[in-house]
C-alpha cells in the first residue's frame, strides 16, 4: 500500500507500506481517491507541530470508496463513495454527551494525532463515513471537510435569511463561508488582498467583494448597511482581523472566532457591551457533514470554483512546495 509519509519538516516520502489491517467491528476500510491539502497540513509539513509526531501521514479531507467492513456496520456499504468526518473524541465526557466532540479535552483529528487520508487504503470508525451524491466526483467531494467547518461556524453565530454577512478572507473556509451563508438566504460581502480570491467569490455568489489593500473595508459596510454586519466573521485568523470585527459589526451583531492565534487581542469590554455583541468561538465541526451533503444534494455549492490544482500521490511534495510557494491558491488535491 502506497503512502505518502512527513519525514521532517519540508519532507514528504511516498513509501510503499504494508497492506491496510482488517477493520474491526465497527470500522470501514475506504479505498482513498482524493484528499485536499489543509492550511493544518501545509503548517505542519512547513514547521511541524508540538502534538504532531513524526513521521506521519498527512491529510483528513478525504473522498474514496468503502473496500471493506467490519461487524455490526449496516449503514454503508462495500462499494459506497463516502467522505469521512476526521474529528475524532472520546465519545463518552459531558461534552461529548453534549453533541461538542470537536472540543473535548481529547479530540484528535485524522491527519494530525494519527496517521490520516494521504494513503491508498485507510481504516476508520464506520460512523464517521457519509455518502455523498452520485453525480460528484471524489475530487469535488473532497471539499466536504472544509465545508462542514464552515456549517459549524454559520451554526454557531446562528446566520438566518436577511442576515448581512461580512466574511475577511477569501481562502478554502471563506468560500466556504460564503456559499453556505448564501444557502441560508444571507446577503454576504467579503474581503480579500488577492483579485483572483476575490474574483472566485464573485463566482461563486458573494454580492460584494473588497480589495481591502485598496479600499477601506469599514467604509465598505457603512455604505451597504445602517448600522453594520449582523454577522462578522475573520476567515484569515488574526488578532488584528479580530479587533477589526468588532468595529464592523451592527448593535447585537455576531462576532465568528476561529483564530488560532496566540497573540493578545486589544479589546476593551466597553466595545462589547455598548453595543451587546456577541463573540463565539468555532473550532473544526461538530457533527455538521450532514448539512454537507444536503447543500450538495441541493446543488447550492460550486465545487469546482474551489479547486486550485490537482496532483498525483507520486507528485505530493512539489504540490506542497507549489501550493505554499502562490499565495492564490484555494485548494490542491492530492489523488491515488
Known amino acids: 500500500m502506497k503512502a505518502a509519509k512527513l519525514i521532517s519538516p519540508g519532507k514528504l516520502r511516498v513509501v510503499e507500506e504494508l497492506p491496510a489491517r482488517a477493520p474491526r467491528r465497527g470500522e470501514a476500510a475506504v479505498k482513498v481517491k482524493a484528499v485536499g491539502i489543509c492550511g493544518t497540513d501545509l503548517h505542519i509539513f512547513k514547521e511541524g507541530r508540538a502534538d504532531v509526531e513524526l513521521p506521519r501521514v498527512m491529510g483528513h479531507e478525504l473522498s474514496g470508496v468503502v473496500s471493506a467492513l467490519g461487524d455490526g456496520v449496516d449503514h454503508i456499504s462495500v ?3 463516502v467522505v469521512l468526518d476526521p474529528v475524532m473524541s472520546c465519545g463518552t465526557c459531558r461534552t461529548c454527551r453534549a453533541g461538542h466532540g470537536n472540543v473535548c479535552a481529547g479530540v484528535k483529528c485524522f491527519g494530525v494525532q494519527m496517521d490520516g487520508g494521504f494513503q491508498e487504503e485507510i481504516v476508520v470508525p464506520a460512523a464517521s463515513l457519509y455518502r455523498f451524491p452520485g453525480q460528484y466526483s471524489f475530487i469535488q467531494a473532497a471539499l466536504a471537510e472544509p465545508f462542514s467547518v464552515a456549517a459549524n461556524i454559520l451554526n454557531r453565530v446562528s446566520v438566518e435569511a436577511g442576515d448581512f454577512v461580512v466574511i475577511m478572507g477569501a481562502g478554502t473556509i471563506g468560500l466556504s463561508l460564503v456559499q453556505g451563508a448564501k444557502a441560508a438566504g444571507a446577503k ?3 474581503s480579500d488582498i488577492e483579485e483572483l480570491k476575490l474574483e472566485k467569490a464573485r463566482e ?3 454580492d460584494y467583494v473588497v480589495h481591502s489593500q485598496k479600499e477601506d473595508l469599514g467604509d465598505i459596510v457603512r455604505k451597504y448597511t445602517e448600522t453594520g454586519a449582523d454577522v462578522v466573521i475573520d476567515a484569515v485568523g488574526t ?3 479580530t479587533e477589526q470585527s468588532l468595529e464592523l459589526a451592527a448593535p447585537c451583531g455576531r462576532i465568528g472566532v476561529i483564530s488560532f492565534d496566540a497573540r493578545p487581542a486589544q479589546i476593551p469590554a466597553a466595545a462589547i457591551t455598548r453595543k451587546e455583541l456577541s463573540l463565539i468561538g468555532s473550532r473544526m465541526n461538530a457533527h455538521r457533514f450532514p448539512d454537507v451533503i444536503r447543500w450538495m444534494e441541493e446543488g447550492a455549492l460550486n465545487l469546482d470554483a474551489m479547486v486550485s490544482k490537482i496532483y498525483p500521490a507520486e507528485e505530493i511534495q512539489k504540490a506542497f512546495e507549489e501550493t505554499l510557494g502562490d499565495s ?8 491515488f
Open 79 to 81: 462499494g459506497d463513495r
Open 188 to 190: 454576504v460581502l467579503i
Open 204 to 206: 461563486i455568489g458573494a
Open 239 to 241: 488578532v488584528k482581523l
Open 328 to 335: 492564490t491558491t484555494i485548494k490542491t488535491i492530492i489523488t
